[in-house]
């Protein structure tokens, strides 16, 4: 069964440090994994995603994940938090090969940013 | 590249009267297409996998009745809330991923407030 865990519901960082939200998953199959980000009332964008290339996966405003297969994480970090970082991030699995919608979404991890 | 846009992205209407959402590819041909539903401080719950030219595939849970979504064209999905009820209120989000890719583009979602 594919599953995904967003360890903390929320993460609360102050502006220039660093930034780390954790996510765990379980999947029977080679996954493929996604980091969406969602602001207030807004649709979700896309940061970055893992489709079984590099194992460390840069994403758009500065952000990154590594794809850790022994430790079953996908853990999304950025050196130095802004401001505007401060949304709903979702971590997400689906897998090669398996039906198109089958994307299994983590319940989300908020973060806020302190000036 | 990848644009999906919804229409309209507020609408509140009276308990009983129907409501239509439109969800649009804006710069590539969609064969599939998805609905979520995502309630307050909650994840998105897909709802229904909406193919082009052929009927929808509801999640289980999910009255077909009540969500009508409809694909008539590569670039185009309706969904349908028929006798909208306030505990229809929620945020609808569409996807659409390009052909042969797993990664999901999300529209800007449909705020829904049922009076």
């Known amino acids: 069964a594919q599953s995904v865990t967003q360890l903390d519901s929320h993460v609360s960082v102050s502006e220039g440090t660093p930034v780390l939200l954790r996510c765990n998953y379980s999947?029977?199959?080679?996954?493929?994994l996604f980091w969406y980000v969602q602001h207030p009332n807004k649709g979700l964008q896309l940061l970055l995603k893992y489709t079984s290339a590099a194992t460390l996966v840069k994403g758009i405003n500065g952000f990154e994940a590594e794809f850790k297969k022994s430790e079953t994480s996908f853990h999304l970090t950025k050196p130095s938090a802004h401001m505007s970082d401060a949304a709903e991030y979702f971590c997400v699995v689906t897998w090669y090969g398996g039906s198109q919608g089958n994307l299994i979404f983590g319940k989300g991890t908020k973060l806020s940013v302190k000036p | 590249g990848a644009v999906v846009s919804q229409h309209p992205s507020w609408v509140i209407c009276k308990s009983g009267t129907s409501v239509k959402i439109e969800c649009r590819s804006l710069?590539?041909?969609?064969?599939?297409m998805f609905w979520y539903r995502q309630f307050p401080k909650q994840s998105l719950m897909l709802m229904a996998t909406s193919n082009e030219g052929s009927k929808a595939t509801y999640e289980q849970g999910v009255e077909k009745d009540k969500f009508l979504i409809n694909h008539a064209s590569l670039t185009l999905s309706t969904l349908t809330v028929t006798s909208a009820h306030p505990e229809d209120s929620s945020f609808y989000i569409c996807s659409a991923n390009l052909a042969g890719e797993e990664t999901q583009y999300f529209g800007p979602g449909t705020r829904l407030l049922v009076l």
């Open positions: 710069d590539f041909q969609a064969t599939t």
């Open positions: 999947s029977s199959y080679s996954p493929s």
